[in-house]
């Protein structure tokens, strides 16, 4: 007779349990609702540790997010601007608040833009780089009168005389890391980007390895006094501003008309500016383009703040 196996009794039988499914589920949404905290923490700001490299990262990566908004937003407002009109244009600013430039252009492929009178600010910051920053009294009023009355004779004697013609300008240049200027000897017909001056105005208003102090400053005051019917252009919008225009009827590109600066808006914002334009066909047309952009950028860059 065949013996049966004896049955385990109840008792003896282990009870099944779910822990070992339940806890590693509990722990991976307990770790990643730590992580989604920690992350919300960091970008307000809280997230750092005892040497703050956590919170430099985070202010690094907030600074990038901010100028990304910002850049998105000036294209629009430019490319705005532009609808309906026919006119080549450089666009350039730089923002110290998110430390990019931000450009736009639109031209042809290859089309070159004229610097007209705005060269004037590289013949001044090679003048002063030429002297250590002192200058006589010729050289003063020389100086002056190219930068606040946009005297063309001024520009020529020191051009020619006192800086190395256009070898001695792009020298400058090319330190400043201009890549996509060329001095011409006639020098209102330097070519140029806006993309470049304003690596030219960073080194006067913000920082410089290349200008000092003082001499920043005398560029800096003879930009805050031109002419009063000179003040057109990137000023537009502006609560204060440092400005350097230009403007010339020439050839095929008609009406070249430009203004670079520096603008400080009402409730603080500053940044640089340059605008480049030609295709106009009077300066007045030029002139209301470069100031529609500047009032737009000046909108959206006071928008950005508050």
Avoid: C
Avoid at 30 to 43: D, E, G, P, Q, S
Avoid at 48 to 58: E, F, I, R, V
Avoid at 93 to 120: C, D, M, N, W
């Amino acid at each position: 007779m065949t013996q049966r196996p004896q049955r385990q009794s109840r008792s003896e039988v282990r009870p099944r349990h779910r822990s070992h499914r339940f806890y590693p589920r509990l722990f991976s949404f307990l770790f990643i609702l730590a992580a989604v905290v920690m992350i919300i923490a960091m970008v307000n700001g809280n997230g750092s540790n005892d040497n703050g490299q956590s919170g430099n990262a985070l202010t690094t990566v907030k600074k990038q997010l901010l100028g990304d908004r910002l850049g998105d937003r000036l294209q629009q407002a430019w490319q705005k601007q532009l609808n309906g009109t026919d006119q080549n244009v450089s666009i350039a600013i730089y923002s110290p608040t998110t430390g990019q430039t931000y450009r736009l252009t639109r031209a042809s492929h290859g089309h070159q833009f004229h610097t007209a009178s705005t060269v004037k600010v590289g013949v001044l910051t090679a003048l002063l780089l030429d002297n250590n920053g002192q200058l006589n009294d010729t050289e003063n009023n020389l100086a002056q009168a190219m930068i606040e009355n946009s005297d063309n004779d001024a520009t020529s004697t020191l051009f020619e005389n006192y800086i190395g013609s256009k070898e001695g300008l792009q020298k400058v240049y090319d330190e400043i890391g201009m890549t996509h200027t060329k001095v011409r000897s006639e020098w209102g017909l330097t070519t140029t980007t806006a993309a470049d001056q304003v690596k030219l105005l960073n080194n006067i208003f913000y920082k410089s390895d290349l200008l000092s102090a003082d001499e920043r400053q005398q560029i800096y005051s003879l930009m805050d006094n031109v002419e009063e019917d000179q003040s057109w252009g990137t000023s537009a919008g502006a609560a204060s501003y440092q400005l350097k225009n230009g403007w010339l009827d020439y050839g095929s590109d008609q009406w070249i008309v430009n203004s670079i600066g520096h603008v400080t808006l009402k409730n603080g914002t500053d940044y640089t500016i340059a605008v480049y334009t030609d295709g106009s066909s009077t300066m007045q047309d030029g002139e209301t383009l470069i100031e529609n952009l500047a009032k737009a950028t000046a909108k959206v860059m006071k928008d950005a703040k508050d």
